[in-house]
């Protein structure tokens, strides 16, 4: 399960007329704002290590300009590193020549674009077939079947003749997705993609991707600059900062141990009590445990439900303790009302519990 | 202070020496590969001949209805067929349809010609910066250099006739196709091409399936600048002894016919307005996204 899908190690990309030799600076501790003003080359990305896991979403998330698409378009090299390795599947991309790179992009990697990049010309159903015509290696036949049964998937039944342009944006996307999946590839790449939507439509955008996963269980690496899309979607989330990597981890890793305050920053605004789960709060050890005995007035939650559910039960049944069990109904820890007030009050207040 | 007062020219003999030196270097190319030239456009000089003998010898009615039906096959539209057949009875009606028929298959050779060396050029242009930066001057040149100055070298080259005559009108007339192919090429949304590379398409692939349909619009406009610009050039290729609606022109300004030149300049007009519509809506039509999506 844990097996590396993606491999990227000492990844740099200057953009400039000459990124090596302003590599050579950043090499010698010439910092991102410097290397800007006095040589006149961007930092786009710093030193990138990240392993991206086989059947995860991984999530890359950052504020605008901290390097997002530049990394995912390494991925498959739309752009050339100026420095680094990427290995995929155990190969590396970077050393790869123009046909084994045509290849890896036909059959292995595919993408989803932040604003569609569908053909105009072309009806839904020719978008669809795009990629898999590219490669010759399907017989028409069986393209136009994919076709259709991705077409389904998707909920676009029906504006199949139709052409880009005349459908809404969260319809467009579902095509550029169907585009990507017809292609079979074990790694779809997302960079933004819902980012163009609607809130409502964005939703639902999710929900199918989320769906989708739960059966096809590609490997998603899914670009966001929105930290509620990333809990939501993501398996894990990687933040970038300035083209470097500041945290990597899942949801319950960023939230209650920001690496920095960039993290810290981008967590504030965050509904926490929806995402946290409650084994996040609790005390395992034997002195919380062997004081606090339950009795009929405790209660008791499963390890898994999030704090949103277990502070509404609280509110309702007042209990005299709080305790975490497993499916079996072990006991594996406490909560104090202390850890969970602290939860629910945001970072400044946080204080005035001590 | 002479040389405030008089521009410091170089002096009328080394001047005349220059040009002189010039012609006699161009004649020399001339003498010594002019028949090699020659035969190389033998071919172009057949298709001329041929076509026009064939839209001679055809009778008119037959003639009228094939451009009907051209008309008709390129914009599907009964008010341009309709248009084509009134434009065309006039024509014969005015007793103009030889010369017409002459400039008509000039023009057809012309055009394709054009667009058969300028797509591929534009496409050049397109891809290379610095194929751009060569040709851009260049056309620059060419559509600025009054037009009677390339009958000069093709006349030296290759004497009076239909082949001159139609390098000269191609020569003026190709530029817009190169210019608005490149356009249309280096128009087209980046991020679309983007997504082509994406999904592993090949430089080939981008250019038949994404650049080239996305260039259409930009790529008629100059195929129908193209064939404006033939017509227009065709009345001072008959300088040099082309034969068609130029010639009563040119007679009718050496001689004050003003109605002579009238009438043969509304059916260049007839003509033009033949092409551009067909052209235009035969373009739109190929572009059926837009119209559909409201564009
Ligand atoms: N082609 C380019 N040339 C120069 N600078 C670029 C180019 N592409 C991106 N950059 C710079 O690299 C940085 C990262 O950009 P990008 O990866 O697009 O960020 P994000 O997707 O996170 O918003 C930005 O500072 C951007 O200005
Ligand atoms: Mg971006």
Redesign the interface.
Known sequence: MNTSKITIRGLYKIFGNNPHLALEHVRQGVDKDTLLKQHRHVLALDNINLDLQERNIEVIMGLSGSGKSTLIRHL?R?LEPTTGTIHVDGDDVTTMNTRQ??????HKI??V?Q?F??????TVLENIT??LR??RDTPTKDITQKAYYWLNRVDLKGVEHY?P??LSGGMQQRVGLA?ALA?DCDIL?MDEAFSALDPLIRTDMQDMLLDLQSELHKTIVFITHDLDEALRLGDRIAILKDGALVQQGNAQDILLRPADDYVRRFVADVNRIKVLRVEALMQTNQDALATNTPDADSLTVTAGSDVQTLISRVLVSNPTSIWVVNDAGEKLGHISRKALAQTVVAEPLRATLQ | MDWLEDFPQMSRESLRALQKSIDLGYREFSRNYGEAIENFFDPLLQFLVGLEKLLLATPWPIVILLLAAIAWLGSRSLRVVAGVVICMLAIGFFGMWEDTMRTLSMITVCTLLSVALGLPLGILMARSDRARAVLTPVLDVMQTMPSFVYLIPVVMLLGIGKVPGALAVVIYAIAPMIRLTNLGIRQVDPAVLEAADAFGATAWQKLRQVQLPLALPSIFAGINQTIMMSLAMVVIASMIGVKGLGQPVLKAITNQYFAMGLFNGLAIVLLAIVFDRVSQHYGKRLQKYREETGQ
Request: charged share 20%; aromatic share 10%.
């Open positions: 498959n739309l790179l045509r290849r890896l992009r036909q595919t993408m674009f604003k990049a569908l053909l105009p010309h072309r795009f990629g590219l490669s052409y342009a005349q585009r292609t790449l």
